[in-house]
């Protein structure tokens, strides 16, 4: 019997011709070739610019070897000999850059590379190629892994969740809105019920409220969501629930450079000319504090005219009436004026803060909000200092005076926000009879979780979304 063989050593691999990845400070990673075996704890790697020199004293130094070359391009990960950062990225650039595909497995999980343009591939003849298929009988796709929920859900009698997660601008909510147009489609009649069509009438609105511009996202989601989809026993969507998190409230006094407020404020200055809007004394965005700190108000991608309309038209889906719509708009038109009420200092001598009783914009927004306007200057300007069982008032500065009617803002607007989330739930309700019970309903849970980022000064709030994620 022959002897065992000694164990093989990680520099076996490293022999002539061995095809590795080295790190590169402009393109991260680039290929490279072996030139020789090992020696003297050395490694020497050519590359087409150059040939480096590797120290081997550190094992931990190897660089990562490079997969075969049929095997480049894989639709999943996980068939790949080499699964490393440069393997990955590598594999990802092949598929996007060259065979034009934004979907790639690994394992249970869809990687997506936004393509930042609009794709034919979410068409109702995609969604029936999809309908009834193995996860891996066709190309990736979120519709395989929404087939593959929906399936799971009725084979096995277990509620699913899909989670949507990446960075800011990675593509979260449209992903998210696709699968949920998947469910919607496929878990009703060739004619779409009621239910259905309120279920993705909840997408426009919720962008509108609480999706914005940023730097790297054109219609960023500024807060979490996660939907509930329920069915029936005969696959029936019988309604939805969804619940919210982390609404980025600051964002409604501050934006940065290149940054907007959210949707719904530019959708209502771009309508302000039309006689059923006038009473709310809008005007261009650039007009107000809380619209026009970003700079250019307008976004190429998007058509704040068009959009209000689709908002208004899902709101009307969801059962908002024509006069509790109206009212939203009033409190929404009523914060943009409060954004550009001017505080003063009441003399020279006197550094309390007032509000003078000619600001047209603090009377529009008292009239718009439905409060008295003397009783909103004395709060604005004034705190209540409690002690014991005496109450005093005492002035604000100018600069605290501006801290509270912003504080005001962002309260008023969080509420707002709950209150039309409410209001979608109660429209997406199953009935009574039909979502409840001593049968538990059949769900799948769809997570848009806040996008990741990372800035030079990085928020408490910020570290949790990251944390999450």
Same mark, same amino acid.
Request: proline content about 5%; aromatic content about 10%.
């Given at each position: 019997?022959?002897? =065992?063989?000694? =164990?093989?050593? %990680?520099?076996?691999?490293?022999? +002539?011709? /061995?095809?590795?990845?080295?790190?590169?400070?402009?393109?991260?990673?680039?290929?490279?070739?072996?030139? *020789?075996? %090992?020696?003297?704890?050395?490694? $020497?790697? $050519?590359?087409?610019?150059?040939?480096?020199?590797i120290d081997l004293s550190d094992l931990n130094n190897l660089p990562p070897l490079r997969n075969p070359e049929i095997l480049v391009g894989s639709q999943d990960? $996980?068939?790949?000999?080499?699964?490393?950062? %440069?393997? #990955?990225?590598?594999n990802l650039q092949v598929r996007f850059c060259e065979q034009k595909c934004i979907y790639t497995y690994c394992g249970i999980v869809l990687v997506a590379i936004n393509p930042y343009a609009r794709l034919p591939i979410y068409s109702p003849e995609v969604i029936a190629r999809y309908s009834g298929a193995d996860v891996q009988e066709l190309d990736p796709h979120i519709f395989a892994i929404a087939e593959d929920a929906y399936r799971t859900l009725f084979r096995e009698g277990k509620s699913q969740s899909i989670i949507v997660s990446g960075e800011s601008g990675a593509g979260k909510t449209v992903s998210a809105k696709f699968a949920?147009?998947?469910?919607? *489609? #496929?878990?009703?009649?060739?004619?779409?019920?009621? @239910?259905?069509?309120?279920?993705? /009438?909840?997408?426009?609105?919720?962008? /509108? !409220?609480?999706?914005?511009? $940023?730097?790297?996202?054109?219609? *960023?989601?500024? &807060?979490?969501?996660? !939907?509930? !989809? @329920? &069915?029936s026993d005969q696959s029936e969507i019988l309604g939805a629930i969804m619940r919210t998190y982390l609404l980025e409230k600051s964002r409604l006094v501050h934006q940065a450079e290149i940054e907007r407020n959210y949707h719904v404020f530019y959708q209502l200055c771009a309508r302000a000319e039309e006689a059923t809007l006038a009473e709310l004394e809008l005007g261009d965005a650039e007009d107000f504090f809380f619209t026009s700190q970003g700079g250019d108000a307008v976004v190429p991608t998007m058509n704040d005219h068009e959009e209000y309309t689709a908002t208004v038209d899902a709101l009307s889906t969801l059962g908002v009436a024509?006069?509790?719509?109206?009212?939203?708009?009033? @409190?929404?038109?009523g914060l943009l004026h409060i954004g550009n009420v001017e505080v003063k200092q009441r003399s020279k001598r006197n550094e309390d803060a007032v509000v003078p009783d000619d600001d047209t914009h603090f009377l529009v927004a008292a009239t718009l909000l439905g409060l008295d306007d003397s009783e909103l200057r004395r709060s604005l300007t004034n705190r209540k200092i409690q002690t014991g069982k005496e109450t005093f008032t005492k002035?604000?500065?100018?600069?605290?005076?501006?801290? *509270? @009617?912003?504080? &005001? =803002? +962002?309260? !008023?607007?969080?509420h707002l926000f709950d209150w039309i989330v409410a209001r979608v739930n109660a429209a997406l309700a199953p009935p009574p009879s039909k979502g409840t019970g001593a049968k538990s309903p059949k769900r799948i849970g769809v997570l848009d979780i806040y996008g990741f980022e990372v800035f030079e000064v990085n928020s408490f709030e910020q570290f949790c979304i990251n944390y999450a994620n």
């Open positions: 019997m022959a002897g =065992a063989s000694a =164990a093989m050593s %990680p520099l076996d691999l490293y022999c +002539k011709g /061995a095809r590795v990845w080295l790190k590169d400070e402009v393109n991260v990673w680039i290929p490279g070739t072996v030139d *020789s075996p %090992p020696e003297e704890d050395q490694l $020497t790697v $050519t590359t087409a610019t150059s040939t480096e020199i990960l $996980t068939h790949l000999s080499y699964l490393h950062e %440069p393997a #990955v990225l590598h949920m147009r998947y469910f919607a *489609s #496929v878990g009703g009649a060739d004619d779409m019920t009621q @239910i259905e069509k309120k279920i993705l /009438a909840s997408n426009p609105v919720m962008e /509108a !409220i609480g999706n914005a511009k $940023t730097t790297r996202n054109d219609n *960023s989601s500024r &807060f979490g969501k996660y !939907i509930e !989809i @329920i &069915f024509e006069d509790q719509q109206y009212e939203i708009f009033q @409190i929404l038109a002035p604000l500065s100018c600069e605290d005076a501006t801290f *509270s @009617i912003h504080a &005001f =803002a +962002k309260h !008023i607007y969080a």
